[in-house]
């Protein structure tokens, strides 16, 4: 699929910034507890959710554990996004049950990503709550699931692409509004 930069949404600051204020929301709502887990989501959820486990340490003192989810086999996609996935570890440093587990992805769309992660998540144990948190929220949902914390809510259209690059990942901190062509 061909695709063309529309416009640059946020940058490496604006990211640092909307973590920042998520990790502030995370801190105000969530009791200092030692229940509470940060869960990423392979690729990019993994690093955003270990920015925001440093920024609670530095900023709230809240020394978090973080989990890696990799929902390949949970997807209901699977057949269409490629012939043979890869799959990488989930990683839970924790056993879940009764655990406050905060789900991280880096863009919120269609809701079916976090949907997979969830069914993933019931594998480990019964947490007490799961609350999401998105660096982007892009709207057109097709479940009902919204996120409890979100970076930046960005109006899309169906035929856009929102492009989240990480320096861990990318080498590069900026998120990017593609146009299939």
Known sequence: MNAREKALVMTAEEIEQALERVAAEIAASEPATDKLMLVGIRTRGVPLARRLAEILKRRYGRDLPVGILDITFYRDDLSRIAPNPVVKTSELPHDITGRVIILVDDVLYTGRTIRAALDHLVDYGRPDRVRLAVLVDR???????????????????????????????????????????
């Open 139 to 181: 709207g057109h949902r097709e479940l009902p699931i919204q996120a409890d914390y979100v970076g930046r809510a960005i109006p899309t259209e169906r035929n856009e692409i929102v492009k989240v690059m990480l320096r861990e990942v990318d080498g590069e901190d900026r998120v990017l509004l593609l146009e299939k062509e």
